[in-house]
């Protein structure tokens, strides 16, 4: 799948309605420290159902929404909408909305889904939010110094079998 664009509103220092356009190949974000390249890329795991603390670099869920400045008023809700580009050539959009102390909603092309539908849409796509295909800082030293078993797990993320695991283990506990 192929990440063609990217809105966001509210999320973290992205607080005036944005969007990019990803074009085919390899993209890259430049720009001072602290202007929000990372927070492009956590844009993204989160919109695929991320919510751990430490990808995202936050305490509690609500931190993704823009906090405010002394000269800005903080944000009620965050919104990232993804569109992708399957190999089929389908268009898939998927959006992930916070409100504040009400939690997250998300839609896939329309409908209502589940965190779940939405992280084993991406996982099946061998591009979801622990997919080697996005590169965050440090991620490099940790894959050189990952054990082998956490090695196996970022290439069963890359070759796009992880969600079987989960498949697997609700079966189980059926
Ligand atoms: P570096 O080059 O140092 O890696 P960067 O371009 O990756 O920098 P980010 O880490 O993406 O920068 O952005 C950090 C900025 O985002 C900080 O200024 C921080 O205050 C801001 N930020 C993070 N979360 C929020 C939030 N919830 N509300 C407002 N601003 C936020
Ligand atoms: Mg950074």
Same mark, same amino acid.
Do not use: Y
């Given at each position: 799948m192929l990440i063609r664009r990217l809105k966001l509103s509210g999320f973290k220092s992205f607080v005036e309605p944005s969007e990019l356009r990803i074009e085919p190949g390899l993209t890259g %974000? =430049? +720009?001072? @420290?602290?202007?929000?390249?990372? @927070?492009?890329?956590? #844009?993204? *795991?989160? =919109? !695929?159902?991320e919510n751990s603390p430490k990808s995202m670099r936050s305490g509690g869920m609500d931190d993704v929404i823009f906090a405010g400045t002394a000269s800005r008023p903080q944000r009620?809700? #965050?919104e990232v %909408?993804?569109?992708?580009?399957? /190999?089929? +050539?389908e268009e898939l959009e998927v959006v992930r909305r916070i409100e504040r102390g009400a939690g997250s909603a998300y839609r896939v092309n329309g409908r209502d889904v589940r965190a779940k539908d939405v992280a084993l849409t991406f996982a099946d796509a061998a591009t979801g939010a622990h997919s080697p295909a996005l =590169?965050?800082?440090g991620k490099? #030293?940790?894959v050189i110094a990952a054990k082998p078993a956490e090695r *196996? !797990? !970022?290439?069963?993320e890359a070759a796009g079998i992880a969600g079987l695991? %989960? *498949? *697997?283990? /609700? #079966?189980?506990?059926k």
């Open positions: %974000v =430049v +720009g001072p @420290n602290g202007c929000g390249k990372s @927070n492009l890329l956590e #844009a993204i *795991r989160w =919109v !695929m159902g009620d809700f #965050a %909408v993804l569109t992708g580009q399957g /190999d089929d +050539g =590169v965050s800082q490099i #030293a940790q *196996r !797990m !970022m290439l069963e695991h %989960v *498949r *697997r283990r /609700d #079966a189980e506990s």
